[in-house]
Nanobody, 113 residues
Framework: QVQLVESGGGLVQAGGSLRLSCTTS?????????LAWYRQAPGKQREWVAT???????MYADSVKGRFTISRDNAKNTVYLQMNNLKPEDTAVYYC??????WGQGTRVTVSS
């Protein structure tokens, strides 16, 4: 059974950076065709942030384009989300997702103004 474990969240000031990690177990990340990051802000629905597919093609939500970078390290079975120039509206719990239906437990990111 595939498991996803996120880490790297925390409290950061606006304009700062964080790097989130999502480590997989139960299956090699190199066999996963699609991995994504989602986030859920307080009182809001979960929203898609970024996706990386097996060809290393990446896609981003407009709200994070140019600030966030998704990448993968197959040797470490890890997907990363590098977040730069963070804004208070980026405050959320960030989740790793592997299609079709595997979610991690989430890691909290808080951006203070």
């Amino acid at each position: 059974q595939v498991q996803l474990v996120e880490s790297g969240g925390g409290l950061v000031q606006a304009g700062g950076s964080l790097r989130l990690s999502c480590t997989t177990s139960g299956r090699s990340i190199s066999s996963m065709s699609r991995l994504a990051w989602y986030r859920q802000a307080p009182g809001k629905q979960r929203e898609w942030v970024a996706t990386i597919i097996s060809t290393d093609m990446t896609m981003y939500a407009d709200s994070v384009k140019g600030r966030f970078t998704i990448s993968r390290d197959n040797a470490k079975n890890t997907v990363y989300l590098q977040m730069n120039n963070l804004k208070p509206e980026d405050t959320a719990v960030y989740y790793c997702f592997n299609s079709p239906s595997t979610w991690g437990q989430g890691t909290r990111v808080t951006v203070s103004s």
